[in-house]
């Protein structure tokens, strides 16, 4: 018996009766009240029976539709949406029309586009259809003004340019149907070049008072973003009005970034009015911004309440302020742009020493503020947190500006860096319930500086204290938080960590902190108390050599000293004195009756640190912009490869500019391998430094190196490799003249007319024998003879350790880079030699490290006919040495040799196999390459 639609009823029931069409009662029913459980269950056989019915009948296929257009909202599920289309897909010929109108009104604006995609192919079949039918059907089922409503609505919101296909098919339609009429126009939208006003094309006058009016409406607007068109039209402003026009009140300041950016483009070109007087404006706005601080600056600890004094209530009211936060934030991206140019330009363009003191105070109140926010639960945007580090990172690379912070008139400052560095750290890396140290290491860290303050005599100790405390703490996440790769270190942000790390470090070298930082926290914990002195009271002597005996202490005096270098001459002797010590008192060699025993093998570490330990100290010497400055500087290298003298041309020096371009992309992505963020120097709404070396964030310019660089090398990696210094470099620069100088001079007359000493392009000015200050030719020559002591000890009874030789002759290899006369090379190749005669051939690991020491001292030397025969055979024997280090040392040996010209028999001789053994091990690589294609 009939039964009348309920809620309570399992409708589905009724699909029996409903496959009989002809019961409309039960059928509109089901088809009105549970639209959307027919369409989801629509995978079910007896449902897709009922669906495949529907479509057959007209009327039915309407109800359906109308019951979708009705009672379907919700098609945010792609699920839903995609079910939905194949229920309509078959639905019958006479409603075309109307399903039509659904798939525009309801389900072409999915924001999923595969499905719209569906939708759209969908809609132009159904259009396809009404083209076939009559006219008289055509209409009916899709009145005219059904079809101007549909075509209006695809052109409002934006849906005709996306399915061009479906209005076209629409226009043919009306054409069809109604060819008195035409289609709707597209909806006009102002174009952000158009200005505020658009008069009439045809009154419009392109003049220099309707320019200035378009540029006015561009760049005169308050907006944290701005625009880099903007830039642009300014550019073409006269030099005259770009000033004030950049001073006006209403000037956006967003476009200060851009502004510089493209100036700096144009410095190339000879043109300066550009930069010049973006240059100025963002000086001036950095100065305006410091005028509104209170005076007295006073330290700012962002884990300590404020106080209630007139000083921190003026303060709370400018950092609490919106406007002044997002003004500050936009100007470190302006001032952090100028300071990535500063290197590349002219002196009249560098900072202003009437400016420095402003932009100091200005970095120190960017990490105040954005500290401040950060303290009050209110977390800047991430590009927030990049200007500000990024402004701060190379702020600290500028001498003249950190040597204000290093000043005692700036102490509060210093320790405002320092204090805020470490809260930023703490809220971007530690999560909560976590804390940036172990309990342990705190504790350390604690005590030692209760000592420093009981034994400091000078004013506001406390203060200094705690802030000698949070540097400690931040030099001991330097090998944590913020290694790469660590544990620890996966919250920071990959953008961030190479910057913090260049801005502890920078910090960590102020005078300030910089002894208290040195120090180990073992040193304190095993009693050692010295009375700290300085102009600060927190500088200490340099730490027993007994201390440094321990091979936990040690270690961690070496990882400071590498990882914060040397402020200036005397503390690099200091350095330099305890290592020495250090490796003094150790016994070096052992009596050969004697069993090895714990004892030795713990000596034998030590002595393995310390020789490393010098090795690192010593390069230090050889890096430049600033030896002894890892926050900003790299080893200097010296390829191999000559300049090429075609760049000398003028027309080499249009190739060069284009060739810069593309070094600098090749050098971008060589970085980006380092999982380190590495930005274009140019880049309007990003301007960072360029952060290479990936592990220390320092800003160098490599345009000389990149595609000039040794093949060998990895580009985007500066650490220390063989063949850093070319032996053409070492001829040149230390006046050094090989034997055979009759034989080869004739190859190098061709290249005479180059410019003098161009191998060496980033030598540092003084002489190479005194870097920095430092006597470099007395360390070199000291280590030679203290290594040729140790090689070949005089006493027969006594055995040098083999690991502590194999060190010895590794750190050889590297420090002969800083060789500075012929016999220093005669000394290492005798020596060498020597070793080798005496020393056991199996020793492998010694190998790899003897064959490229010996060939470069040999290349050095000229090889003549008395070197040239040992050293060709002690390459064919390495050369086929299963011990692939070995190998590899014997290459880069090659590499050395094959610098000078070799001698008509021993290029017969060694050439031959060189030849050989390359082409047989390119072979075996083809191999594996095309076996890893398939």
């Known amino acids: 018996c009939p039964v009348g639609p309920s809620a309570r009823v399992n409708p589905f029931h009724f699909f029996p009766q409903c496959q009989n069409l002809h019961d409309s009662e039960h059928l509109t029913w089901l088809t009105v009240n549970h639209v959307q459980e027919l369409i989801s269950l629509s995978h079910e056989p007896?449902?897709?029976?009922?669906?495949?019915?529907?479509?057959?009948n007209s009327a039915a296929s309407g109800l359906f539709i109308q019951a979708i257009q009705s009672r379907c909202e919700n098609f945010a599920s792609p699920t839903a949406v995609k079910k939905t289309l194949q229920c309509l897909e078959g639905i019958h010929l006479s409603q075309s029309g109307a399903v039509l109108v659904l798939y525009v009104d309801k389900l072409l604006s999915t924001p999923f586009r595969v499905l719209a995609h569906m939708v759209d192919t969908l809609a132009c079949r159904r259009v396809e259809m009404l083209l076939a039918a009559s006219v008289q059907n055509s209409t009916a089922q899709l009145p005219v003004e059904e079809l101007e409503r549909i075509q209006e609505y695809l052109q409002n919101t934006g849906l005709a340019d996306r399915h061009q296909r479906l209005y076209s098919l629409l226009d043919r339609f009306r054409l069809t149907v109604a060819p008195e009429t035409i289609s709707p126009s597209p909806l006009v939208t102002a174009h952000p070049l158009d200005g505020g006003k658009h008069p009439a094309l045809e009154t419009l006058i392109p003049d220099k008072d309707w320019f200035c009016s378009l540029?006015?409406?561009?760049?005169?607007?308050?907006?944290?973003?701005?625009?880099?068109?903007?830039?642009?039209?300014m550019n073409r402003l006269p030099e005259e009005e770009l000033i004030p026009f950049m001073m006006h009140q209403d000037f956006n300041v967003s476009l200060l970034a851009p502004c510089l950016s493209l100036g700096g483009q144009e410095l190339s070109r000879g043109l300066r009015s550009h930069f010049e007087a973006a240059r100025l404006v963002t000086l001036h706005q950095v100065t305006e911004v410091v005028h509104r601080l209170p005076a007295g600056h006073q330290v700012f600890q962002p884990t300590q309440p404020v106080g209630s004094s007139p000083y921190w209530n003026k303060l709370s009211n400018i950092y609490g302020d919106p406007e002044m936060f997002q003004f500050t934030m936009v100007l470190a991206q302006a001032l952090s742009q100028y300071l990535v140019l500063l290197s590349k330009l002219p002196t009249s363009l560098r900072i202003p020493p009437e400016k420095e003191n402003d932009i100091a105070k200005?970095?120190?109140?960017?990490?105040e503020i954005l500290s401040w926010h950060l303290a009050r639960k209110q977390v800047p945007l991430s590009m927030d947190f990049q200007a500000v580090l990024d402004c701060c990172c190379l702020a600290l690379q500028q001498t003249e500006l950190w040597n204000l912070w290093a000043s005692a008139e700036n102490t509060s400052q210093a320790s405002s860096l320092i204090h805020c560095t470490r809260f930023i750290l703490e809220a971007v890396a530690i999560e909560p319930g976590n804390r940036l140290l172990s309990p342990e290491k705190r504790k350390k860290i604690q005590k030692a500086g209760s000592e420093n303050e009981k034994a400091s005599q000078t004013p506001n100790s406390e203060s200094i204290t705690a802030t000698c405390e949070v540097v400690a703490e931040l030099v001991e996440c330097l090998q944590s938080v913020l290694a790469l790769g660590h544990k620890k270190n996966s919250p920071i942000p990959a953008f961030l960590t190479p910057v913090l790390r260049s801005i502890i470090i920078s910090l960590s070298r102020l005078p300030l902190v910089n002894s208290y930082a040195r120090v180990p926290l073992l040193v304190w914990k095993l009693g050692w108390s010295p009375r700290p002195t300085g102009e600060f009271g927190t500088t200490f002597p340099e730490i027993p050599v007994e201390f440094l005996q321990e091979r936990e202490i040690f270690k961690e005096f070496i990882y400071r000293i590498n990882t914060l270098g040397w402020t200036n001459r005397m503390q690099f002797e200091e350095t330099w004195a305890s290592l020495l010590g250090v490796l003094v008192t150790q016994p070096i060699a052992m009596d050969q009756e004697e069993n090895q025993q714990e004892e030795d093998m713990e000596r034998t570490q030590i002595n393995v640190l310390a020789v490393q330990a010098i090795t690192s100290l010593v390069l230090s010497a050889m890096t430049i912009p600033l030896a002894g400055n890892p926050a900003v500087s790299c080893l200097e290298q010296q390829p191999r490869n000559k300049t090429l003298k075609a760049l000398d041309t003028r027309f080499g020096r249009k190739l060069n500019i284009i060739r810069g371009i593309v070094e600098q992309e090749i050098q971008e992505m060589a970085s980006k391998r380092d999982n380190v963020a590495c930005h274009h120097v140019y880049q309007v709404w990003d301007p960072v430094p360029s952060l290479a070396p990936s592990t220390t964030g320092s800003l160098i310019s490599h345009e000389k190196l990149l595609?000039?660089?040794n093949t060998e090398r990895e580009m985007g990696n500066m650490s220390y490799k063989l063949g850093q210094v070319s032996?053409?470099?070492?001829?040149?620069?230390?006046?050094?003249t090989p034997l055979r100088e009759e034989e080869w001079g004739e190859d190098e007359d061709d290249e005479s007319d180059m410019p003098a000493l161009s191998s060496p392009p980033s030598s540092p000015i003084n002489s190479r024998k005194h870097r920095a200050g430092v006597d470099i030719h007395s360390c070199s020559q000291f280590l030679l003879e203290l290594y040729s002591q140790w090689i070949l000890p005089s006493t027969p009874n006594k055995k040098t350790p083999v690991t502590l030789i194999s060190e010895v002759v590794r750190s050889l290899l590297a420090v002969s880079d800083l060789f500075t006369e012929r016999n220093q090379f005669e000394m290492m190749y005798a020596t060498l030699t020597e070793l080798r005669k005496v020393h056991p051939s199996e020793d492998e690991i010694l190998l790899q490290y003897l064959v490229p020491a010996v060939c470069k001292a040999a290349a050095v030397l000229g090889m003549d006919k008395a070197v040239a025969e040992p050293v060709s055979r002690l390459l064919e024997s390495t050369l086929r040495s299963a011990h692939m280090p070995s190998r590899i040392g014997a290459l880069h040996g090659i590499l050395y040799i094959l610098e000078c010209d070799l001698l008509d028999e021993t290029a017969k001789q060694l050439i031959p196999v060189i030849t050989e053994y390359l082409l047989s091990n390119l072979r075996g690589v083809a191999h594996c390459v095309h076996l890893h294609s398939q």
């Open 46 to 56: 007896p449902v897709q029976d009922f669906i495949s019915a529907i479509h057959r």
């Open 215 to 233: 540029v006015r409406s561009q760049c005169y607007t308050k907006s944290a973003f701005a625009l880099p068109e903007g830039a642009e039209l």
């Open 362 to 367: 200005f970095v120190v109140m960017l990490l």
């Open 707 to 709: 595609l000039q660089i």
């Open 727 to 736: 032996i053409h470099s070492v001829w040149l620069g230390n006046s050094i």
